[in-house]
């Protein structure tokens, strides 16, 4: 029988943030607005940690519509994946809960302050990864 495990928030906190990656290239400076600083310290590791889940839940949305689109051009492919992603609602939510459920509870709180800014980014980071892998 499993052992279920349970750990506080903090814990957790120590946990998530530990299994990231650094980015390298990524300089963090004091002039750049409190929205880049956490795109860059958090945004962006989290999503290169959910990349494979995140092409793979994209494939599948892809294969359960029975759509291929390996020959096409790089342009055509990215026009593709953004549409899919601004439009396809239930598929967009599911890409921002994987990257939403491995943040910790203060960088929750950070994203819900804006919103509507991260999630574009989120967005755009995912639709410049699954264009640059399909």
């Known amino acids: 029988m499993a052992k279920l495990l349970f750990i506080d928030h903090m814990d957790r906190s120590v946990v998530i943030k530990s299994d990231r990656p650094v980015i390298k290239g990524i300089e963090i400076s004091e002039v750049m607005s409190p929205q880049e600083k956490f795109q860059n310290e958090v ?3 989290v999503i290169k940690v959910r990349n494979n889940l995140i092409i793979l839940i994209f494939k599948s949305h892809l294969g359960a519509r029975m759509i291929d689109f390996s020959k096409s051009d790089i342009p055509t492919k990215t ?5 899919v ?5 239930g598929l967009r939510n599911v890409l921002l809960g994987v990257i939403l459920g491995v ?8 994203y819900f302050t ?14 410049h990864r ?5």
Do not use: C
């Not at 699954?130 to 399909?134: G, P, Y």
């Open 43 to 45: 945004l962006r590791p």
């Open 79 to 83: 026009l593709f994946i953004t549409n």
């Open 85 to 89: 992603i601004q439009k396809d609602l």
């Open 103 to 110: 943040m910790s509870e203060d960088e929750l709180n950070t």
């Open 114 to 127: 804006h919103e509507t800014e991260y999630r574009r980014r989120i967005n755009q980071m995912i639709i």
């Open 130 to 134: 699954l264009s640059d892998q399909l």
